[in-house]
């Protein structure tokens, strides 16, 4: 059993840093009526969530970044709850689409050269998700952005809504 916003909050802070020293901003916008307590592997969807945030300021080196989390009823006891994580970054190339999920492949190799990281994060959070019974989706066009998104089913513990986030973030 896990409160949503708790994810939420640790995302936002976890990368809220790296994007201000890069200049970017930093959005996030929550759905108001997402059932607040849920049941679920909290670190799994929290670590899948955070991949997809700092790869998107790791290789945005201007604009912004967004995280949306939204949802949709699957019965009574069940929702699909969905992140998606938008960028204004370099976008990647159709031929480059299959190695993001490569481990150890670098898109564009000379281009991000002085981008840190093992290439297996992509990978891993693909793995994760397959084994939540869920999938990534990927949409980028090259020089413009990437969009970057996942559903995974969790159990309602409680109707409460979680309200507006972003004045709670305030």
Not at 25 to 32: E, R
Not at 85 to 98: A, F, N, P
Not at 160 to 169: A, F, M, N, T, V
């Amino acid at each position: 059993q896990y409160e949503l916003a708790s994810i939420v909050n640790d995302l936002f802070n976890m990368v809220r840093d790296r994007a201000q020293k890069k200049g970017l901003v930093l959005t996030v916008d929550v759905d108001s009526s997402i059932p607040h307590i849920l049941y679920g592997d909290e670190i799994r969807i929290r670590q899948c969530a955070l991949n997809l945030l700092t790869n998107a300021v790791k290789y945005t080196e201007k604009g912004s970044v967004s995280l949306k989390v939204s949802y949709e009823n699957k019965g009574d006891d069940n929702i699909l709850l969905s992140f998606s994580v938008s960028d204004t970054g370099m976008g990647m190339k159709k031929e480059d689409m299959d190695k993001l999920f490569a481990p150890y492949q670098r898109i564009e190799e000379k281009r991000n050269r002085s981008i840190e990281g093992t290439g297996l994060g992509m990978s891993i959070t693909k793995q994760l998700l397959y084994i939540m019974g869920s999938e990534l989706y990927v949409e980028s066009e090259y020089g413009k952005g990437t969009s970057v998104s996942f559903a995974v089913v969790q159990e309602v513990v409680s109707r409460e809504e979680i309200g507006d986030y972003s004045e709670r973030l305030s």
